[in-house]
């Protein structure tokens, strides 16, 4: 089975987008079927799609849309870790229409100023939360923030995590140095997976050449059994098509066995967020 594990969808005419305003190549409505012409072109048989709004309304859309959708399989939604009844607002969620597809729960750390946000006592809670309900915590941070999650990833051994987009490192001669001390760290955490997604609208006109030495070591660290593909669609159109991205992934784990290769593009994401086939 073949699953793209990190997607966005979002209708205009639902809800608003804000952080689309400036980017007007994003400021429009993007759906599962506009999507599923490349997922069927590319023989992807089921998606994750992702919160893209700290808003309690989003994520039950999301489920519902999952609920009849044939690629969506998974959702990872929001909800507000430093609320009251957290637990409470899970379960809930998991009643409604789509609700079996909550697999995961996700906030935008990386627009959080604090760097240490992640690390928070009353983040972490919230987080044990989400591990207490069988969810998978999706991790999206900045560079500067990757040091608070590694120490929450510890400090939490029975939540399982997802680190999205690599941790945005900078793309760069410079680049990899810091970044790969910190995966080395997370990678000897075994309750860490990492998705090899988002990181294309990172690069120029080359992207697979400017990507090696990141997916060079998110390989020799935390392996193929903990490594997803996600395509970040539709954010990756501001660099590339869908096939594109695609196969720029196919292209830094080309030398990887056969099975490798399923479980990057496939059986991780499966297992992880209990996908069934």
Known sequence: MRIDAHHHLWD?????????????????????DDL???????????????????????????????????????????????????ADRLAE????????????????????????????????????AVGAAGLVYDLLVRPD????????????????FVLDHAGNPVIGPDGPQAWTSLLTDLADCPNVAVKLSGLVTRTGTDPARALRPYADVLLATVGPDRLMYGSDWPVCLLAAGYDDVLAVAETLTG???????????????????????
């Open 12 to 32: 205009l005419a639902v809800r608003d987008q804000p952080w689309t305003r400036d980017i007007p190549a994003l400021r429009r409505t993007f759906t599962a």
């Open 36 to 86: 599923r012409p490349a997922l069927d072109r590319n023989a992807v048989d089921a998606t994750v799609v992702v919160q893209t709004l700290a808003v309690p309304q989003e994520t039950p859309e999301l489920l519902a849309l999952a609920s009849g959708d044939p690629h969506v399989r998974a959702v990872v939604g929001w909800a507000d870790l430093t609320g009251p009844g957290l």
């Open 93 to 128: 969620l998991r009643e409604l229409p789509g609700g079996s597809r909550l697999v995961g729960i996700r906030h935008g750390i990386q627009d959080e100023p604090d760097p240490d946000w992640a690390a928070r006592p009353e983040v972490r809670r919230g987080i044990e």
């Open 145 to 160: 923030q990757l040091p608070a999650a590694v120490r929450t990833v510890r400090a939490l051994p029975n939540v399982r």
């Open 255 to 277: 030398r990887l066995s056969a099975a490798e290769r399923e479980a990057v593009f496939g059986t991780t994401a499966a297992r992880w967020y209990g996908i069934a086939a």
